[in-house]
């Protein structure tokens, strides 16, 4: 079993950034993908940001590239989101997720196993 556990969430301003960060517990000797999902009021769940074990591969959803950035530190099995330039549509729960996941699966929420209780954003205008 591995437990994420999500930190950084607040309020801020639109154009302000804040950093999330996904600390894994629990069973870490596999080394996992990890991403993150968010949930606006009244909408599905979505894609936002992925990164595989070695990092060298991230996916972004459209909606945040250039804006969001995903990295992790293995040795502290700790994996973060830069989000700068936010905006009100950001506004949502964020949940860090991790799994043994294909690449072309990146942006599935299905093949994650694990997932974190989320962290709320939010951003005003």
């Known amino acids: 079993q591995v437990r994420p556990l999500e930190s950084g969430g607040g309020l801020v301003q639109a154009g302000g950034s804040l950093r999330l960060s996904c600390k894994a517990s629990g069973r870490t000797t596999i080394v996992y993908t990890m991403a993150w999902f968010r949930r606006a009021p009244g909408n599905d769940r979505e894609f936002v940001a992925a990164?595989?074990?070695?990092?060298?591969?991230?996916r972004y959803a459209d909606s945040v590239k250039g804006r969001f950035t995903i990295s992790r530190d293995n040795n502290e099995n700790t994996a973060y989101l830069q989000m700068d330039n936010l905006n009100p549509d950001d506004t949502a729960v964020y949940y860090c997720?991790?799994?043994?996941?294909?690449?072309?699966?990146?942006?599935?929420?299905?093949?994650?196993?694990?997932w974190g209780q989320g962290t709320q954003v939010t951003v005003s205008r």
């Open positions: 990164i595989i074990s070695n990092g060298r591969t991230t």
């Open positions: 997720a991790a799994g043994v996941v294909n690449t072309i699966n990146l942006a599935e929420g299905f093949f994650y196993d694990y």
